[in-house]
């Protein structure tokens, strides 16, 4: 994973989840520093951690499935890889789809 998307995951993270994430940070420790916050939110504030899921639109299936197939503590470390890959992907796709803007001049509104 390129690291300008691991920077802008890790941003994303600080601001929505309240992660302290250092701004040069490699994927293992995202994923142990992302890890640790999501066990702290299962066990005190489980609405919480299921909107942040919502938030980054994971995949229901594919949670259940980490936590039908996972015991504790690789959980959390897949369910923080999870969360990562789609906020990752969310960037990537945003950056593709990107629509420069137009050059008008100062006078014409855009419609």
């Given at each position: 994973m390129?690291?300008r998307y691991?920077q802008?995951?890790?941003?994303?993270l600080?601001?929505?989840?309240?992660?302290r994430?250092?701004?040069a940070v490699?994927?293992?420790?995202?994923?142990?520093?992302?890890?640790?916050?999501?066990?702290i939110?299962v066990?005190?504030?489980?609405?919480?951690?299921v909107?942040?899921?919502?938030?980054?639109?994971v995949?229901?299936?594919k949670?259940?499935?980490?936590l039908a197939?996972?015991?504790?503590p690789?959980?959390?470390i897949?369910?923080?890889r999870?969360?990562?890959?789609?906020?990752?992907?969310?960037?990537?796709?945003?950056e593709?789809?990107?629509?420069?803007?137009?050059n008008?001049p100062?006078?014409?509104?855009?419609?």
């Amino acid at each position: 994973m390129e690291d300008r998307y691991l920077q802008q995951t890790g941003a994303w993270l600080q601001e929505n989840a309240g992660i302290r994430v250092p701004a040069a940070v490699s994927m293992a420790d995202l994923e142990k520093i992302l890890a640790e916050k999501l066990e702290i939110l299962v066990e005190r504030d489980f609405q919480q951690f299921v909107l942040l899921l919502y938030q980054v639109d994971v995949s229901e299936r594919k949670v259940k499935e980490i936590l039908a197939a996972q015991n504790y503590p690789d959980v959390f470390i897949s369910i923080a890889r999870l969360i990562i890959s789609r906020q990752t992907e969310k960037i990537k796709s945003r950056e593709k789809y990107k629509q420069p803007p137009e050059n008008l001049p100062d006078d014409e509104e855009k419609w």
